[in-house]
T-cell receptor, first 114, second 106 residues
């Protein structure tokens, strides 16, 4: 698990708060991802930064804002969240190539919105 | 976009039995299929993967089979142990299945 680290591991916030999730990968990869994992739902891809280009899921609300200052760091800025945004937020990284795109996940941030 | 269906959603077996989890995908262009294991409080961890140029791959008690024509792939775990209990996800990246909760009883 030390390949991809995430902080904080747990976060409780009110709907009016602003917070940020942080992810760091130590694997030398060139792509990073944010996923949302809710109970009884598949992993939902939110954002991808691949080869310095951002690809996003158009269904993600604007209250989630990603930032990728370099290939090793990824942030998810949160503001004016709703209780239904409570979930496990997973960061992943991969080395994009033609034959494989294995993603390595961090431990996640358990977010609770009150 | 890609659609991945995974079955069953839960699977209970006795220690020593085999477990099989099946997935189907929709995009015939997909050529890489990993399987992940997620234990409580942890992120998904890759356990085995297969590329479209092979039909089967085995790693000790774990094997994966791929049928490109039918667009389905399966995870097989033999001689299951209690520590195999976890949620297993298939994927046709970046799309994941909904997961299978495997419970191995001693």
């Amino acid at each position: 698990e030390t390949g991809v680290t995430q902080t904080p591991r747990h976060l409780v916030m009110g709907m009016t708060n602003k917070k940020s999730l942080k992810c760091e990968q130590h694997l030398g990869h060139n792509a990073m991802y944010w996923y949302k994992q809710s109970a009884k739902k598949p992993l939902e891809l939110m954002f991808v930064y691949s080869l310095e280009e951002r690809v996003e899921n158009n269904s993600v609300p604007s209250r989630f804002s990603p930032e990728c200052p370099n290939s090793s760091h990824l942030f998810l800025h949160l503001h004016t969240l709703q209780p239904e945004d409570s979930a496990l937020y997973l960061c992943a990284s991969s080395q994009v190539s033609r034959s494989t795109d294995t993603q390595y996940f961090g431990p996640g941030t358990r977010l609770t919105v009150l | 976009g890609e659609n991945v269906e995974q079955h069953p959603s839960t699977l209970s077996v006795q220690e020593g039995d085999s477990a099989v989890i099946k997935c189907t995908y929709s995009d015939s262009a997909s050529n890489y299929f990993p399987w992940y294991k997620q234990e409580l409080g942890k992120g998904p961890q890759l356990i085995i993967d297969i590329r479209s140029n092979v039909g089967e791959k085995k790693d000790q008690r774990i094997a994966v089979t791929l049928n490109k024509t039918a667009k389905h792939f399966s995870l097989h775990i033999t001689e299951t142990q209690p520590e195999d209990s976890a949620v297993y996800f298939c994927a046709a990246p970046p799309t994941f299945g909904k997961g299978t909760m495997l419970l191995v009883s001693p």
